[in-house]
C-alpha cells in the first residue's frame, strides 16, 4: 500500500518494474531521483528499473 502521508509536491508515484527480475511494485520517488538510479526492492540491483506506464492517478487520496 501507499503512505499517502510521504506523497506530495516533489514525488512521482507510478508503477515500476525491474527489467532483471521481473518485480512490479507502486513507485513513490523524489522527483529529483533518476529512474536509472532507482534500486529494485527484490533484486537489489541499480539500474533496471522503469515505468510500466500506467500512472496511479484514479487512486483515491485520503484526505484528513
Ligand atoms: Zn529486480
Known amino acids: 500500500m501507499i ?11 507510478h508503477e515500476s518494474i ?3 527480475c521481473g518485480y ?5 520517488r523524489p522527483t ?3 529512474l536509472k538510479d532507482c534500486e529494485c526492492g527484490k533484486c537489489g540491483l541499480t539500474g533496471f528499473v522503469i ?3 500506467q500512472e496511479i492517478d484514479d487512486m483515491e487520496v485520503a484526505e484528513e
Do not use: A, N, Q, S
Not at 503512505?3 to 508515484?13: I, R, S
Not at 512490479?24 to 513513490?28: A, C, M, N, Q, T
Open 18 to 20: 525491474c527489467v532483471k
Open 32 to 34: 529529483d531521483v533518476l
Open 3 to 13: 503512505d499517502w502521508e510521504m506523497v506530495g509536491d516533489g514525488y512521482y508515484v
Open 51 to 53: 515505468k510500466t506506464g
Open 24 to 28: 512490479r511494485f507502486i513507485h513513490v
